[in-house]
């Protein structure tokens, strides 16, 4: 079988059938999973001035997301509602806050931040691949 005959029956596989409903997309851990990264890496960009985001890799992520998301059977509706999503921001808001507590980090204390980031990008995380330290 051919490379692309494999892949299209591999992608033909995971997309849902005539009546089967698509799971929330906060549910599909391969892209829930990675916009967590890049909120934290953000929110570490954001606290730590010695510490930038690498945004453009991010921004190239985000759209190989965007193109998962659409092979899976979301339409480009349902992406912008989950992105949008009001009650998803805050979800993403705590999930994040509580990973930042569990390492130390404190809005009082912006050193934290930079700590936590420069353990992130020497471990490479998957958090630390959207850092960079200036």
């Known amino acids: ?14 997309l849902p059938t005539m009546g089967e409903a698509k799971p929330p997309l906060r549910d599909v851990a391969e892209i829930d999973n990675e916009l ?7 929110e570490i960009d954001k606290q ?3 510490i930038s985001g690498r945004r453009l890799k991010a921004i190239g992520v985000i ?3 965007k193109s998962k998301a659409n092979a899976l059977g979301y339409s480009d509706r349902e992406i912008r509602a989950y992105v949008d999503s009001d009650a ?15 390492n130390g ?4 204390n912006p050193e934290s931040f930079c700590v936590l980031g420069r353990a992130e990008i020497e471990r490479n995380s998957a958090v630390g691949v959207y850092l960079r330290a200036r």
């Not at 998803?88 to 569990?102: F, P, S």
């Not at 980090?105 to 009082?108: D, K, L, P």
Request: aromatic fraction near 10%; glycine fraction near 4%; charged fraction near 20%.
């Open 88 to 102: 998803e921001k805050v979800r993403m808001r705590r999930k994040g806050e509580a990973y930042l507590a569990q």
């Open 48 to 50: 730590c001035d010695s």
């Open 1 to 14: 079988m051919t490379t692309c005959k494999t892949a299209l029956l591999a992608l033909a596989l995971t």
């Open 36 to 42: 967590y990264f890049i909120a934290i890496a953000n």
């Open 105 to 108: 980090v404190s809005y009082g």
């Open 63 to 65: 759209w190989d997301l």
